[in-house]
């Protein structure tokens, strides 16, 4: 009898051709993280630009081109948890396309908060910079949010 079910946490896996027990091991890092995390030791960015959805690689590349920056592509193919993110005490800006979802890029901003980011600001690059952000409802004489705009999230707010 098999004791261990496909959710089961301790439940060996195969990976790479070695049996790993447990889930939390990160073994990846988002496409130019190991080049952050080398520069991390010597030349620490100012900013880093986490780049997602479309051109996301263009616009990693061009961010690349200035020396107090440093960038890298999440491209959401694996959780953004299961990720190194060598981003201890760095500012963090997530340019976010909107062919990426919200609940990704949720997840995505836990992850670097978990990682100790100083703080993670999403500005959403799909708005219409010009639009209003938000309306008053007649019905209740509230001002409603209608559409996205940028946020910065800060470790250990709630």
Request: hydrophobic letters at 40%; glycine letters at 6%.
């Amino acid at each position: 009898m098999n004791m261990h079910t496909e959710t089961d946490a301790w439940a060996p896996s195969k990976a790479k051709g070695k049996t790993i027990y447990g889930t939390s091991i990160k073994s990846k890092f988002p496409p130019y993280g190991k080049a952050l995390a080398i520069r991390q030791r010597s030349n620490r960015p100012t900013l880093i630009i986490v780049c997602t959805g479309r051109d996301a690689w263009k616009r990693a590349k061009n961010w690349q081109r200035h020396s107090e920056f440093a960038a890298v592509v999440f491209t959401g193919e694996q959780p953004p948890n299961e990720l190194i993110w060598t981003v201890s005490e760095c500012p963090i800006l997530v340019e976010w396309m909107g062919d990426v979802t919200r609940d990704l890029i949720v997840e995505l901003v836990k992850a670097l908060l978990n990682a100790n980011a100083l703080f993670v600001s999403v500005q959403p690059l799909f708005i219409d910079g010009n639009s209003w952000i938000d309306r008053c409802d007649e019905a209740t004489m509230t001002y409603k949010q209608i559409r996205e705009t940028r946020r910065t999230y800060y470790r250990g707010a709630k």
